[in-house]
């Protein structure tokens, strides 16, 4: 049974960091590429970072800089690593999976796989 089960989101300041964790099991993630998506209410689900196989990393204009896309195939987890984080940046995040490359803007084509998210509050 394929799951995408991702921790470390919560409540922080303007300014403040979190890592978020996505621990996968069921199929063989050193193969995919892995990604995070976030939804903010009332928008549209958006990719934020993609990471693929190889490593090569991605992200959205609105993140570069601040967030960093890392992967532990050994541990089958990828990692999202937020800094300097802003009331925009509220939303609740996914951790997504797919068999292809990353793909610039969209990161990925039609994940294979989704995780349940967790939700991200930044307010003072």
């Known amino acids: 049974q394929v799951q995408l089960v991702e921790s470390g989101g919560g409540l922080v300041e303007p300014g403040g960091s979190l890592r978020l964790s996505c621990k996968t099991s069921?199929?063989?993630?050193?193969?995919?590429?892995m990604a995070w998506f976030r939804q903010a209410p009332g928008k549209e689900r958006q990719g934020v970072s993609c990471i693929s196989d190889s490593g090569g990393t991605y992200y959205a204009d609105s993140v570069s800089g601040r967030f960093t896309i890392s992967r532990d195939n050994a541990l089958n987890t990828v990692y999202l690593q937020m800094n300097n984080l802003g009331p925009e940046d509220t939303a609740i995040y996914y951790c997504?999976?797919?068999?292809?490359?990353?793909?610039?803007?969209?990161?990925?084509?039609?994940?294979?796989?989704w995780g349940q998210g967790t939700q991200v509050a930044v307010s003072s």
């Open positions: 069921g199929f063989t993630m050193d193969h995919y590429a």
């Open positions: 997504a999976a797919e068999r292809a490359p990353c793909m610039s803007g969209r990161m990925l084509r039609v994940p294979d796989y």
